[in-house]
């Protein structure tokens, strides 16, 4: 990986696991017996972190993830966050954006602008889930 996915990639890292780290409390005082958790993927197309949420802590559950994914051209990159089911049923959108940039610390304070702007949304997505009681949904086979 190049050094600008490898910048984003920490920031990325950075900001879910302080995200996975506010939920902490919000699981503690609700019933659930699930468990958070979050982690970044590299890949050539671009990274892809997220926040997992197991409403019931089993493996054999869907999980409901909160995702960040930036897809990074030469000039322009893509960025999409949004909840949904670890089958992919969308619970949340939280938009798209292109964003236009020349370099990378162009690229990265746009990238902040934008999260901070949607970061509180998706925290109280996020704590409205864990606080309902969810049934279980279980992965298809």
């Not at 902490?24 to 019933?31: G, N, Y």
């Not at 009681?133 to 298809?140: E, Q, S, T």
Request: glycine residues 8%.
């Amino acid at each position: 990986m190049n050094n600008k996915s490898d910048v984003l990639a920490q920031w990325f890292d950075t900001r879910l696991a302080s995200l996975s780290n506010r939920l902490q409390p919000v699981l503690k005082d609700s019933r659930s017996t699930g468990k958070i958790g979050s982690a970044i993927q590299k890949a050539p197309q671009g990274i892809y972190g997220f926040v997992s949420f197991s409403p019931h802590g089993k493996p054999e559950e869907e999980n409901i993830d909160a995702t960040l994914f930036i897809n990074l051209g030469e000039k322009i990159a893509k960025m999409s966050a949004d909840i949904c089911w670890s089958d992919g049923d969308m619970i949340g959108d939280f938009g798209d954006y292109k964003i236009g940039y020349s370099s990378l610390a162009e690229l990265s304070e746009k990238i902040e602008k934008i999260y901070s702007q949607i970061e509180g949304e998706i925290f109280q997505k996020m704590a409205e889930l864990i606080k309902s009681d969810l049934p279980p949904k279980y992965r298809r086979e």
